[in-house]
């Protein structure tokens, strides 16, 4: 602390000034004043002062600071100028935070929370110019910055112990407090529940001894105080919780208990007693009697006597029966009482009351007892209050000074001890006497005291047993509650018994408690108790019984003589019979009836014998055994088994000892004879139960245990012997093994792959499933595996297992021989090839080892590597063979090879090699200049530079590539760059040179391969480019040519190795010497000597030396391009050429042995084999000239070219194709273990080559040894000297199989067999045989027959077809089938071979053998021209099958005749020979299968030994000429007419509707009539149009009358008779209009009634809906009716009513449903609407009709088009009617979108035509006036307004009263023009329809005009050439598509659409109703009549804007005297009001 403040002492110094001289220190005021406001105001603390400021605590805390008052005027600095600000240094909690030399500002903190409690403490230290240290000091100010901590706790009481409204004082206090804050109180249920106080009325510091704990003392001492107090009105837990109501957000809880009030037991009062003589002393003692039972006993010990006692009603007095400890005399028993609790165990209380001389002592158990001294002389009152364990709660004394001892002083003490309260009251009379009161309480809520009137005597009352034959007596038993001891002598029981009639007492006896019984319940089933016997008491009478009635009894219960209870108990007295209750066989259910045993088991029968008797019996039990055929027969009782052996035949338990009983069933018959002891009577009882002897379970075992261990080395055994069937030991047991790793498989017997024991095993069942011992060889299995084995064994239907686990432990670790074979060195060269071996040298090929290769890097992370692209033998073999080029860029320094090796025997091993790539040269370029030029004329220049690497020198040598690599390829070789060496050297540039001609096909492109290599060979290759063309001047090649070989020639004769650039410079001239001779051939100017030259270029290439791969590289370059033109050469230039060849071959054979590259030697391969190609070509170019020794040669060279490339090659490796022009090698590389049994099952390969070497062989060839096999293929023979060469017809295939050797050599193998495939060049017979129905049509047969004659050999043919059908083939002789009998017959299958029906041996000597091949063997056809004694015979063959087509076919199948004959050729000295190999199986049409059998021979070779390949080929023998005889075997088909005929009709039908549709439409178009009613008057107020929708119901419509009957707002109509005749109305479908007037306006309709008169045919009447217009107001009101109405015959004038529809209602989805539905079937649905009751809409009848015709005609189109495309796809008949219906189901969808697009073109381009208006004439028939009628159509709105002076006539006043008849005409008119109202037009085209264009009609005439015509002319053309048959399948098609269409796709779209409209809800707006309102006037009579009935009308176009209907003046109404119309009527849709327009607006409308 003294370091700190030395440390602010000198910084005090440094910042400011120093003083004057010293000076006595002085303390002044800080120079700051410091504040803290925040968001909810400066906060205060107790110890807050003008230097401590509190700061309530946030994330950021800001402070502000100014000058304190008076800190400026005390020092002034200069004149004028204000002082300086003081230095201040800013701390928090200790740590330096800032330095501030200002007057004012702020200051931000960021801190962080403090732990609850703490604060954090800022201190200001300021010091200034007037205040110096250290002469002077400024006081610091302290900031303390906390957050609000507040404490809730109880002041009173603090025992927690609250009664009910109790006051509860408490407390809170807090460490801050705030002008804003207020604290809010709230506790549910307390008084005051909600309380509001701020934080600013604290109070002082509460008394420490209210505190509950010292720790809370000590933090509210600084903090601010609150208290309060409650009250709680109801026990319970209550939450008292104060909360801020501002920031902070703080909230506490406190819990509550609050106690019930007492209850009262019993209060006692004492007579008045001298205090001096009668002391007073009580003794008290509660004691549980039971759980529920108190008793209570108040003692006076003094027996001063004179107590008044009273009790509450929960109580009941009582002297107990027992006293604990004896009465004294001197004692008094003041109150003895018991009373009963619901609560916890009580536990026993006892204390002591004394009052002596005015001191009170109270003693309670082994309490300390308490004295109080009341004082009697000196107080007036006093209260106390004591609880033990708490002590005194409260005194309260009063002293009065004029006390007076004449008036009574009370003194009261409560006094409480856990469940027991006292409160005792003592007066003092004077200061001689006192009286005595005490009340005793009981705690409610530790013990709720329960009322009597709650409790009931518990007693339960029963009749004991009936009385047995020897008894004359009964018994009465009761039960009561066992009572504790004091309270047992309260019980008495009264219990009288009466005579039968009640009349008089027969028995009374009385009993006390002691006269209970023990063990009472034995007199009563213990089962018929309703409770706890152990807890109750009983008592038994014994009643005599004189009569066998029940006698009546009387129990009374008296307790206390305050409780009694009494109960009528009737005794029974009748008596008891012994029965058996039941005798039962013991078995697994009830209702078995069988038991199944085994014989070799003993087994046990037990029976369950129940006797109801009160007296002794006797048991008789027997058994007896009887066979028994089954259940329903009965066994015969006179011949029981002998159960001698038996035990237990006369007991219930029946022993049976094993075997025993014989198989079969049994019956077991057990009966019982009961008899009662001194009784002859005899009960008896019988059960039975068949038994089922079967044989017993086999018994499995297997030796060695459930468990056993086996070593992987050894020979070991299941043995499975001791097994058994322990009922016999006849017969045999079956054996069956099973294996699996996986026990769970057995639950399912469900065969995993996963889980299988070996790899031969192909289910559950082990490799070899039978016997009882199993042997394992070692090394079988793989080891530390677990295999658990299973044996089931079974005999007859008996089946039994046992299961074995065997463990394996693993075997001897394995070894691996990891080698390197190419690429070894310290390095990897990413040019060549990496070749590793990593064989196991320990394991076996029967051990199965897995291989597996994985690349890591350099930090041990497996790269992704393309092991199938980057490698030749995978990454799953022994040997690892990594391409060329590989590495070329190498991403890692070094890599890792990791190979892991896994043997099926468990065993496993890895290796890692770790190795290096030698990264080749990089980052340098090359160039050639000139690029362009020509040859031989043109000196180029390559040059190359930036090529850098770590291993120098590095060397160039550029390649001038040839066309070899694109000719002859060895797919071995990444990138083959073979080509002529330009230049090899260390300078990057080469000398000037020619460079031969480039490609013409590629404008004369010459590539040349630069490659830059480094000291360790690896290299870069870089690609340049160069146009070379001929040369310009030809006349100078002679020169050129000959210069050349010059300069060659001078070159080629150095041999030292330093001159070796000049041996490949020379061997480079010479090869642009034969490049000059190549190149002008072409050119017809330059003659040169071919010939002579060309041997002249190879004699100069015979001089190079070939010592080195680059110089064989150039001799072989040379000798491939002269070879080029080989036509050109004579026989001695390819002498030589072959001869150097050989010495060629040969050294590349020892370089390759030397030098261990692959990659380089086998480039040179490719230009070796196109020499070899080139010469082999030349020699077979002239057949007369062939030269044996030549080819032999050439074969020679080829031989040691294999070698070559299998050098290269490590076993297993994929196979290695050279390809050339004429001929391909094929090198394969494999251990002997792989090529035993390698012929492949299938037989996809068509020039393939299997050697077969068998086990066991004498030759005794290791496993490992390793083969290597070449195979030749050549498209022609190379040998055309021998024989056969013209008979060969397909290709011919060399092999060549040798051993190789440890050091590379080849020894030649022959293996014992080879099974060779060559495919076929030519030698089949084919032909496409025709195939169709026979005569009879019930198969499908073709044939074809050929001659042979007696020199015949075997013959084959193959069917070939798509079909897969079975064939049965008919051979017969001569070619007249008619009655004729087959010689032979097979049946050939397209999945197995043919077999001969009848004669099986037919075939055996036929040696091809497969599917659909048919052999006529040798023996069959010698056979046959034998017996026809002619030299020739004709053979026909009969082909038959199912009818699977329906007319003749010659596509269906073909047939391939062959007959083949294998060659074999040993060497090319010898001959082709037939006999070494034979045809084989797998022989084909396109391919022949080859078996060579022979001696393997071995044999070492020379330097240059024969070749050693032998050669195969296949001839063909004379094939015969076929004819085919299909027509005279097909039947032919004649043309059918069906189709015809159907089209006919189809169009009578159609002009027969066409001609009813068309009247239909002509009708409908004329007639639509609006009805108005004859008796409606002119002078009617009211008129309203009501619409009638009748439903589409069957009978629906109805020819009775109809009333109607409209009922308004201010009236209804009288019912008016809807009369209509002589127009029909009231149809089924229809809508019918009615104009009506009324008397009066009936204001907004309501509902309206309906009633017929029950006339006509059809009385019923279905009404859907109705509408009702005002005329007058244009107001639509709507109703939704969906019910049949009919007359009732009871009611006549019964009418039906019918409400208006709410528009806002939703309607029922259903009436929605079926008024949509029914629209769009009459609508949309193309067949319906046509003979639909209303047609709507412009889509008429006719259009519609004639719509149908085109779609059903073109369904039939589409049809038959599907059957005439799928003709070839034949099906069996029985399948053909299901092919065609789902080929009409198809068609009918197909058909969809035409018909969808006509309807659209029809339906939406048309509109209604205009309608016309009909004129009414003056003079109409009376007969008609009946009704009046005016058709819609002819006035679609009568519109006019009432009588004017404009339209009345001037004469018409002065005109004569007419007739009648005119009369009523005349009032009919002017009736008709004074009804103002609107007749709505029936549209047929909704507006919210799309309508198209007016063209679109005449193009849907047009479409279905072509679709008509079309589709019957292709339908008669298909259809006339089908057979009955199809035309009956398209027919059953065609049919399926019309009902479909009809009957399916329309009405479930229909459905579709209805249903997903129906899922909202819909309302009438959502209905179609009569459409919308157009006007139309009629001209008046006179003017109609003047116009001499002409129509007179005018369209106009109402206006957009419509308005209500109103009373228009006579100006308007002249001008609207002519009608108006829309041209677009539909039939249903929403109204809406429309009104007159003015008469301007008409006129400009007109």
């Keep these: 602390m003294a370091a700190l403040l030395l440390l602010l002492l000198l910084q005090l110094l440094a910042c400011c000034r120093r003083g004057s001289a010293a000076s006595p220190v002085r303390l002044q005021p800080s120079p700051l004043r410091v504040s803290c406001p925040g968001p909810h105001g400066q906060v205060f603390q107790r110890q807050d002062n003008e230097h401590r400021v509190s700061c309530l605590w946030n994330s950021t805390v800001t402070l502000h600071y100014q000058p304190a008052p008076g800190a400026g005027l005390e020092v002034e600095g200069d ?78 009481p603090q025992t927690r ?220 009152s006093s209260t106390y209050i004591f609880r033990y364990n708490q002590g005194t709660f409260y005194t309260s004394k009063d002293n009065n000074s004029t006390f007076s001892t004449d008036c009574p002083n009370t003194h009261t003490v409560f006094y409480q001890y856990k469940e027991l309260s006292y409160l005792l009251t003592i007066e003092f009379l004077a200061s001689q006497w006192y009286r005595f009161k005490m009340y005793l309480y009981m705690n409610q809520k530790r013990a709720l005291i329960r009322s009597l009137a709650e409790r009931d005597l518990d007693i339960h009352v029963f009749s004991s047993a009936r009385p047995s034959v020897l008894q004359n007596f009964s018994y009465l038993v009761w039960f009561i509650p066992t009572q504790h001891p004091m309270l047992q002598c309260e019980w008495t029981f009264y219990l009288q018994l009466f005579g039968t009639k009640k009349d008089h007492i027969v028995q009374s006896s009385t009993y006390t408690y002691n006269d209970h019984v023990k063990n009472a319940t034995r007199f009563v089933r213990r089962s018929a108790l309703p409770f706890d016997a152990e807890k109750y008491t009983g008592f038994v009478a014994k009643v005599n019984c004189t009569s066998s009635a029940p006698t009546p009894a009387l129990l009374s219960v008296r307790v206390n003589n305050r409780t ?26 009830p209702r078995s009836i069988i038991l199944y045993k085994k014989r070799a088991l003993e087994f046990f029968l037990f029976v369950k014998l129940n006797v109801d008797c009160d007296i002794g019996i006797s048991i008789r039990p027997q058994w007896q055994v009887y066979p028994a055929v089954d259940t329903k027969t009965e066994p015969d009782w006179s011949k029981p088994v002998n159960t001698s052996s038996m035990f237990g035949v006369r007991m219930i338990h029946l022993t049976v000892p094993a075997n025993s009983l014989d198989y079969g069933l049994y019956l077991f018959y057990f009966t019982a004879e009961v008899v009662p002891i001194r009784t002859s009577i005899v009960l008896k009882a019988h059960d039975m139960i068949y038994v089922q002897i079967e044989r017993a379970d ?75 011992i199993q042997t394992i060889p070692p090394e079988y299995l793989p080891g530390s595996t677990l295999y658990y084995f299973r044996l089931v064994i079974q005999k007859g239907r008996r089946m039994a297992y046992a299961d074995q686990v065997i463990e394996i432990d693993p075997g001897p670790p394995l070894v691996l021989d990891v080698k390197c074979l190419e690429n070894c060195g310290t390095s990897l060269i990413p040019t060549e090839r990496f070749a590793l071996s990593g064989k196991c040298s320990n394991c076996k090929p029967s051990n199965k080892p897995l291989y597996h290769w994985s690349l890591f890097s350099d930090t041990s992370n497996e790269i992704d590597f393309d092991w199938d692209s980057k490698t030749s033998t995978g990454r799953s073999g022994a040997y690892l063979s990594i391409h060329a080029m590989t590495f070329i860029k190498p991403q890692y320094p070094t890599y890792i090879l990791h190979l892991s090796v896994t043997t099926w025997d468990g065993r496993s091993t890895s290796y890692r090699r770790p190795f290096a790539v030698n990264t080749p040269p990089q980052d340098g370029r090359c160039n050639i200049r000139p690029r362009y030029g020509f040859a031989f004329q043109t000196k180029f220049v390559v040059k190359c530079r930036g090529f850098s690497d770590s291993h120098l020198p590095l060397t160039y040598k550029v390649i001038v590539a040839s066309n070899i690599p694109q000719t002859t390829t060895v797919s071995s070789v990444v990138e083959n760059t073979f080509g002529t060496i330009l230049y090899f050297g260390s300078e990057p540039k080469t000398p000037p040179s020619f460079l031969p001609v480039g490609m013409p096909s590629r404008w004369y492109r010459l590539t040349i391969h630069v490659q830059v290599r480094d000291a360790f060979r690896a290299f870069t290759q870089v690609s340049l480019r160069a146009y070379v063309r001929r040369p310009l001047r030809a006349q100078s090649l002679v020169r050129v040519f000959h210069d050349l070989l010059d300069s060659a020639s001078h070159l080629s004769v150095s041999t030292s190795a330093q001159q070796i650039g000049d041996r490949l410079r020379a061997g480079y001239l010479i090869y642009l010497a034969a490049s000059l001779l190549n190149s002008v051939k072409t050119i017809p100017t330059v003659q040169l000597p071919q010939a002579h030259l060309r041997e002249t270029v190879v004699k100069a290439a015979l001089n190079i030396s070939v010592n080195s791969i680059m110089e064989i590289n150039q001799v072989v370059a040379v000798i491939s391009e002269i070879t080029e033109s080989v036509e050109k050469m004579n026989v001695r230039s390819q002498d030589l050429a072959i001869g150097k060849l050989t010495e060629v071959t040969g050294i590349l054979k020892r370089q390759r042995s030397q030098i261990h590259w692959s990659e380089g030697a086998e480039i040179q391969t490719s230009g070796i084999l196109r020499c070899l190609s080139n010469v082999l070509r030349a020699d077979l170019l002239h057949l007369k000239n062939v030269s044996s020794n030549g080819i032999q040669h050439v074969f020679s060279i080829m031989e040691g070219v294999t070698e070559v490339v299998f050098w290269g090659k490590v076993p297993e490796e994929i196979e290695t194709l050279i390809e050339t022009e004429h001929w391909n090698i094929t090198l394969k590389k494999n251990e002997a273990w792989n090529i035993t049994n390698y012929l492949p099952e299938t037989d996809t390969c068509h020039n393939c ?57 080849l020894v030649p193998f022959m293996p014992e067999r080879a099974d060779a495939f060559l495919a076929r060049k030519g030698g089949v017979a084919t032909f496409n045989l025709l195939m169709g129905p026979d005569k009879t049509q019930t198969y499908t047969t073709g044939g074809f027959h050929f001659e042979i004659n007696e020199t015949a050999t075997s013959m084959y043919f193959q ?305 859907s809906r109705a509408e009702v217009e005002d005329m007058s107001t244009r107001k639509v009101w709507f109703f939704l009716c969906r019910k049949w109405l009919s007359l009732d015959k009871n009611d006549p004038s019964r009418a039906l009513k019918f409400s208006v529809t709410d528009p806002q209602t939703p309607l029922p989805k259903i009436d929605y449903f079926l008024i949509h539905f029914n629209r769009r079937l009459t609508e949309y649905h193309l067949w319906l609407s046509i003979f639909a009751p209303v047609n709507a809409g412009a889509f008429t009848r006719f259009q519609r009709l004639c719509t149908f015709l085109a779609v059903l005609l073109f369904t039939l189109l589409v049809n038959i088009m599907f059957f005439n495309a799928g003709k070839d796809d034949e099906a069996p008949i029985y399948l053909r009617y299901m092919r065609s219906i789902s080929v009409g189901i198809e068609c009918a969808l197909l058909t969809l979108p035409v018909e969808m697009l006509i309807i659209v073109l029809f339906k939406y381009s048309q509109k209604d035509p205009p309608p016309v208006v009909t004129k009414m004439y003056p003079k109409v028939d009376s007969t008609y006036w009946n009704n009046c009628i005016v058709s819609e159509k002819d006035a679609n709105v009568i519109d006019t307004q009432e009588e004017t002076t404009s339209v009345s006539s001037p004469q018409v006043g002065k005109t ?117 309102e157009k006007h139309v006037e009629i001209n008046s009579a006179e003017e109609t009549q003047s116009t001499g009935h002409r129509r007179q009308s005018e369209d106009t176009r109402w206006a957009t804007q419509e308005k209500p209907v109103g009373t228009n003046s006579a100006e308007e109404t002249q001008s609207t005297v002519r009608p108006r119309y829309s041209e677009d009527t539909t039939l249903e849709t929403q109204e809406k009001p429309v009104g007159i327009n003015s008469a301007e607006e008409t006129q400009r409308d007109t």
């Design 698 to 772: 086999l018994v499995a075992n297997i030796s060695g245990g459930s468990v056993r261990t086996v070593k992987f080395s050894d020979r070991w055994t299941l043995d499975g012997s001791a097994s058994s069937d322990p009922d016999s030991e006849e017969g045999p047991l079956i054996f069956t093994w099973y294996c699996t790793k996986d026990l769970a498989d057995y639950k399912t017997m469900r065969f995993k792959w996963k889980n299988r024991c070996h790899p031969f095993q192909k289910d559950l069942r082990w490799i070899t499933p039978s016997g009882p």
């Design 1359 to 1663: 069917i070939m077809t798509k079909l897969k059908v079975t064939f049965k083939v008919l051979i017969f002789t001569g070619t007249n089938l008619t009655g004729a009998q087959p010689v032979a017959s097979f049946i050939a299958f397209h999945n197995m071979q043919t077999v001969a029906s009848g004669n099986e041996t037919i075939i055996d000597d036929c040696s091809v053998k497969g599917p659909y091949i048919v052999c006529l063997p040798k023996s069959l056809l010698v056979g046959i021209v034998q017996k026809g004694g002619a030299d020739t015979q004709n053979i026909t063959v009969v082909l038959k099958t199912h009818y699977i087509l329906r007319y003749p076919n010659q596509k269906m199948v073909s047939i391939y005749i062959f007959n083949d004959q294998c060659l074999f050729l040993n060497g090319i000295e010898s001959e082709w020979s037939k006999e070494t190999c034979v045809i084989g199986p797998l022989t084909n049409w396109e391919k022949v299968h080859c078996i060579c059998v022979s001696m393997r021979r071995r044999r070492s070779v020379s330097a240059l030994p024969a070749p050693s390949i032998r050669f195969l080929a296949a001839k063909v023998v004379v094939l015969p000429n076929t004819v085919d005889l299909g027509r005279n075997l097909i039947a032919d088909i004649p043309k059918n007419p069906l189709t015809l005929i159907i089209v006919l009709c189809i169009f009578i039908i159609f002009l027969l509707l066409c001609c009813w549709a068309i009247r239909r439409d002509r009708a409908e178009r004329e007639i639509k009539y609006i009805i108005v009613l004859p008796d409606n008057e002119a002078s009617d107020d009211g008129s309203f149009l009501v619409t009638l929708y009748t439903g589409s119901r069957c009978n629906a419509g109805t020819k009775a009358e109809v009333f109607l009957q409209l009922i308004g707002q201010y009236g209804r109509s009288k019912f008016r008779c809807l009369w209509h005749q002589p127009s029909p109305a009231f149809q089924r479908g229809s809508i019918d209009c009615f104009l009506i007037t009324t008397k009066k306006k009936l204001g907004d309709i309501s509902s309206f009634k309906v009633r017929l008169n029950n006339d006509g045919i059809s009385p019923t009447w279905f009404l």
């Design 1856 to 1972: 004569p009263q007419k007739s009648g008849s005119s009369f009523l005409e005349g009032s009919i008119l002017s009736k008709v023009r004074r009804l103002s109202t609107t007749i709505r037009q029936l549209r047929k085209i909704p507006d919210s329809e799309p309508l198209l264009w007016w063209w679109c009609v005449p193009v849907a005439w047009g479409l279905v005009l072509t679709i008509t015509v079309l589709s019957s002319f292709f339908i008669v053309l298909y259809g006339l050439s089908y057979g009955y048959q199809t035309s009956r399948e398209w027919l059953i098609a065609s049919g399926t598509s019309f009902l479909q269409n009809v009957f399916f796709n329309s009405i479930l779209k229909s459905l579709l659409f209805t249903a997903m409209s129906t899922i909202r809800p819909r309302y009438c707006e959502d209905i179609r109703w009569v459409t919308r």
């Design 161 to 380: 112990v609250i009664q009910a409204w109790q006051p509860v004082e408490l407390g809170w206090c807090a460490r801050l407090k705030s002008a804003g804050w207020q604290y809010r109180f709230s506790s549910r249920g307390g008084v005051p529940s909600s309380l509001l106080l701020p934080s600013s009325e604290h109070q002082d510091t509460t008394s420490p001894a209210v505190y509950p704990r010292v720790e809370l003392e000590q933090t509210c001492a600084t903090y601010y105080s609150y208290r309060l107090t409650v009250r709680y009105r109801h026990p319970g837990i209550h939450v008292a919780s104060v909360s801020v109501e501002e920031m902070p957000h703080i909230s506490l809880n406190l819990s509550l208990k609050v106690e019930p009030d007492l209850v009262h037991v019993l209060s006692v009062s004492s007579k008045l007693l001298s205090v001096p003589q009668q002391p007073l002393s009580l003794s008290w003692w509660l004691q549980p009697l039971t759980l529920s039972t108190l008793a209570y006993k108040l003692v006076d010990t003094q027996a001063i006597g004179g107590w008044l006692c009273s009790y509450s009603s929960f109580t009941l007095p009582s002297n107990f029966c027992a006293i604990s400890t004896p009465q004294s005399l001197d004692e008094i028993v003041v109150a003895s009482v018991y009373f009963h609790v619901d609560g916890k165990r009580f536990e026993e209380l006892m204390g002591e009351l004394h009052l002596l001389n005015g001191t009170l002592s109270l003693t309670a158990g082994k309490e300390t007892p308490i004295h109080v001294d009341l004082c009697p002389g000196k107080t007036k």
């Design 564 to 589: 009694a209870k009494t109960i009528e108990a009737p005794v029974v007295c009748e008596q008891k019979n012994c029965r058996i209750l039941r005798c039962w066989i013991q078995r697994p259910t």
């Design 79 to 156: 004149v004028g100028q204000p002082p300086s600000p003081p230095c201040c240094l800013w701390y928090l909690n200790g740590a330096s935070l800032r330095n501030i030399s200002r007057w004012s500002g702020q200051v931000v903190l960021q801190t962080e929370a403090p732990s609850p409690g703490a604060s954090s403490l800022l201190t200001v230290q300021c010091s200034s110019a007037s205040c110096a240290a250290p002469e002077c000091f400024h006081r610091n100010v302290s900031v303390e910055i906390a957050e609000q901590d507040m404490r809730l706790f109880v002041l009173w």
């Design 1249 to 1305: 080559f299997y050697p077969i070497m068998r086990r066991g062989n004498v030759s005794g060839v290791a496993p490992d040894t390793v083969f290597s096999t070449a195979v030749f293929e050549f498209d022609d023979s190379p040998f055309p000297w021998l024989g056969y060469t013209s008979d060969i017809i397909s290709m011919v295939m060399g092999f060549k199989m040798a051993e190789t050797k440890t050091d590379g050599d």
